[in-house]
């Protein structure tokens, strides 16, 4: 483990001129780049706050702009943990003549999309700090935890990258299960909702790794509290179980991939 | 110990043969399946394949090796695992220094970027770092020739610019071992020839390269040892010239006797002087000896010997008819036989020698003999081409600023009819 540790510090430079190539070939294939980080944060923005104007209706009580800032919020950084599993899913089978034929480190891939996401989200980042600037969301010292929230998402991004790029090598319909799950996990996250719309079911749903951490950037960004402590510890530690456990898988498989794919 | 760059050790490599799992769709049924058949299992651990076999060999600091070997001797597995793409399923490899391979060139392009984004990310990717790569970056485009073109993206390439970039970029990474793949054949006589002065510099600069190719012509040009490999095993390791005649005799196309023909091509031997032979000089003599069976009455029959090269071109042929000897009936049970004594004007390389046989009395031929052996020819003088002229330089002058009244120049030549020669294949300086 030290060992690869030790190799893929030796290939960083790799790693960011891949993670570079893909982030020039996202920006050089559509002509607004800008639009290509923003445009998915915006639908779900948009459709959370549809379906905040529906509870609204049905509860008979008016949308705040707080719920409004606080679906932003959660959105963006959603859309990076959506966005790197998505790439890195493909990384390894969209990379093949690399993978069989050069060597490096080829945990480089589902990386570089997390670091390919991650520019994406720092671009959406500089249009959401407009939008809460309009929403007068203000700001608070417990901003201060967002970077920490960030980072939790990025080794979850990481962890879970690995597992299925590594996955997809070896099963081709691995990304058709990751899509869905992708796709109808948003339902399963606090993004359009807030835990405590649940009640005491609510707890629950804070199993799910990234319900915290989004639940935190709620709380330090747009209420401006500290995130709960204790489910933020369970989100951390299982993040950083997430990216041990799917490097340890990762590395295990790695010598099958030339003659695998 | 220190003198070793490289050092295979009782290497092995099975493959799986037949069908793997490769969706979750035939996994989750066959899964399922073989808990209820157990058997199932070792029937699939049966279809394996060993693509190497207990390899062992070292290639000391500095050296030239080349790996040869038929299609699917295992060339490709063995650059795998020499490139550390592969593991070896037993055994080990020691490398000293870092491994670049230059095999499929172009393999790490993008096609939406640039030539420019493309000789970074690729020589990145061959282990370059962003500074080694700036530095040599001018030098890399002046060897590709696609100064012009370097703002580009790869998409618009034709297929010999990107495999050129490729090489130029491939060739530029300065490991201490090299893998080279059959990419030198790429590009234009005049690239390849770059590429080839470009590799012996490499080799003269010192660095350990190995060559894995089937094309022989390579491995003798640049190696000084080789290793042949055929079914996944070392059938042979030492000194290239030995290699290559062991590779001769070894792979010599071993033709399964056609029972149903009435006559036969039963052997073919090439020899020199002293006895069977497969390694020349070019412009020696060499004989080869035909023996032709008959089984039932045949007429009218002919010998034909042909040469081809390495890109199967038929450089040469004549026959007995024409040589002056007529056509020949044999009746059951006689054996022909008879010797063709050429004079090996070939240039370096390697030749397959055929022979077939035709009959003239229904115009085609009865029996062929496509490779029934291969030579290898060297020519003392340093002259590239099938064929070998034998070349001697008997003048070369130089007329000094006097391009203007070059007819005073060439008037003192032997060949005063050919003006062209003593102006142009002297070095001509304008000043």
Same mark, same amino acid.
């Given at each position: 483990m030290k060992q690869d540790l030790r190799e893929l510090y030796k290939y960083r430079e790799l790693l960011l001129t891949i993670a570079y190539r893909d982030i020039k070939v996202r920006y050089k294939q559509s002509?607004?780049?800008f639009l290509w980080a923003v445009l998915m944060p915006v639908l779900i923005v948009m459709s959370g706050v549809t379906v905040r104007y529906a509870f609204a209706l049905a509860a008979h009580a008016p949308l705040r702009t707080a719920d409004i800032a606080s679906i932003a919020v959660k959105s963006l950084p959603w859309a990076f943990l959506v966005s790197s599993i998505r790439f890195g899913c493909a990384s390894l089978t969209g990379n093949r003549d690399l993978v069989t034929k050069v060597y490096f480190p080829k945990e480089i891939f589902p990386v570089a999309a997390?670091?390919?996401?991650? #520019?994406?989200?720092?671009?959406?980042?500089?249009?959401?700090?407009?939008?809460?600037?309009a929403l007068h969301t203000g700001y608070s010292a417990y901003l201060f935890w967002a970077p920490a929230l960030m980072l939790m998402i990025v080794l979850l991004a990481t962890g879970i990258g690995m597992v299925v790029s590594a996955a997809s090598l070896f099963f081709r319909d691995v990304k058709f299960v990751v899509e869905v799950v992708l796709t109808f996990g948003i339902f399963f996250t606090p993004v359009f909702y807030d835990v405590r719309m649940l009640g005491a079911k609510g707890k629950w749903l804070l199993l799910?790794?990234?319900?915290?951490?989004?639940?935190? #950037?709620?709380?330090?960004?747009?209420?401006?509290?500290?995130?709960?402590?204790p489910w933020l510890g369970y989100a951390v530690g299982l993040s950083l179980m997430a990216l041990a456990l799917g490097y340890t898988f990762f590395k295990h498989l790695e010598p099958a991939f030339a003659e695998s794919i | 110990m220190s003198d070793v760059a490289l050092r295979m050790e009782h290497v092995y490599k099975r493959f799986r043969k037949g069908e793997t799992f490769n969706s979750l769709r035939d996994l989750i049924p066959a899964l399922t399946g073989r808990m209820f058949r157990q058997q199932e299992l070792s029937e699939t651990d049966k %279809?394996?394949?060993?693509?190497? $076999? !207990?390899? *062992?060999?070292?290639?000391?600091?500095?050296?030239? +090796?080349g790996i040869i070997g038929p299609n &699917?001797?295992?060339?490709?597995?063995?650059?795998?695992?020499? *490139? %550390?793409?592969?593991?070896?399923?037993?055994? *080990?490899? /020691?490398?000293?220094?870092?491994?670049?391979?230059?095999?499929?060139? &172009?393999a790490g392009f993008h096609q939406d970027l640039t030539g420019r984004e493309n000789t970074y990310l690729y020589g990145s990717i061959l282990g370059m770092t962003k500074r080694e790569i700036a530095v040599k970056f001018d030098e890399i485009v002046? +060897?590709?020739?696609?100064?012009?073109?370097?703002?580009?993206?790869?998409? =618009?390439?034709?297929s010999g610019m990107n495999a050129r970039l490729g090489f130029a970029v491939g060739a530029h990474v300065n490991p201490d071992v090299l893998l080279v793949d059959e990419v030198l054949s790429v590009g234009d006589t005049l690239f390849q020839r770059r590429c080839m002065d470009h590799m012996r510099k490499i080799i003269q600069n010192g660095a350990t390269v190995l060559f894995v190719s089937h094309n022989l012509k390579t491995v003798a040009d640049f190696c000084s040892h080789a290793l042949l490999l055929d079914h996944g095993h070392v059938v042979t390791v030492g000194s290239t010239p030995k290699v290559i005649t062991h590779y001769m005799t070894h792979l010599r196309q071993d033709r399964a006797a056609n029972q149903s023909r009435p006559v036969v091509i039963s052997k073919v031997t090439v020899r020199d002087a002293a006895g069977p032979c =497969?390694? +020349? %000089? *070019? &412009? =020696?003599?060499?004989?080869?000896?035909?023996e032709v069976s008959a089984r039932e009455p045949c007429s009218k029959l002919a010998v034909v010997l042909y040469f081809r090269d390495e890109n199967h071109y038929v450089l040469f042929s004549t026959t007995t008819e024409r040589l002056g000897y007529g056509t020949i009936s044999l009746n059951s049970g006689d054996i022909l036989r008879c010797t063709f004594e050429i004079e090996l004007n070939l240039g370096h390389g390697v030749f397959y020698p055929a022979v077939n046989l035709y009959r003239h009395d229904i115009e085609q031929a009865e029996d062929v003999w496509e490779a029934a052996e291969t030579i290898y020819v060297w020519a003392q003088e340093d002259v590239s081409g099938p064929v070998n002229f034998f070349p001697k330089v008997i003048r070369q002058e130089v007329c000094r600023g006097r391009l203007r009244?070059? !007819?005073?120049?060439?008037? =003192? &030549? /032997? %060949?005063? $009819? !050919?003006?062209?020669?003593a102006t142009t294949s002297g070095p001509l300086r304008l000043n």
């Open positions: 002509v607004m780049g997390v670091l390919a996401s991650l #520019f994406d989200f720092c671009v959406a980042s500089t249009a959401l700090v407009i939008l809460l600037l799910n790794p990234a319900a915290p951490l989004l639940e935190g #950037f709620s709380a330090c960004i747009v209420r401006h509290q500290p995130p709960q402590l | %279809r394996e394949f060993w693509a190497l $076999q !207990d390899i *062992s060999f070292e290639v000391k600091r500095g050296e030239a +090796f &699917g001797a295992g060339k490709s597995t063995m650059l795998k695992v020499l *490139s %550390r793409v592969m593991k070896p399923t037993r055994g *080990s490899l /020691h490398v000293n220094g870092r491994v670049s391979a230059l095999i499929e060139l &172009g002046e +060897f590709s020739g696609l100064t012009e073109f370097i703002d580009t993206p790869v998409k =618009h390439y034709s =497969h390694r +020349f %000089r *070019s &412009g =020696h003599k060499a004989w080869i000896d035909v009244e070059a !007819d005073d120049c060439t008037a =003192h &030549g /032997h %060949r005063g $009819q !050919d003006r062209s020669t």
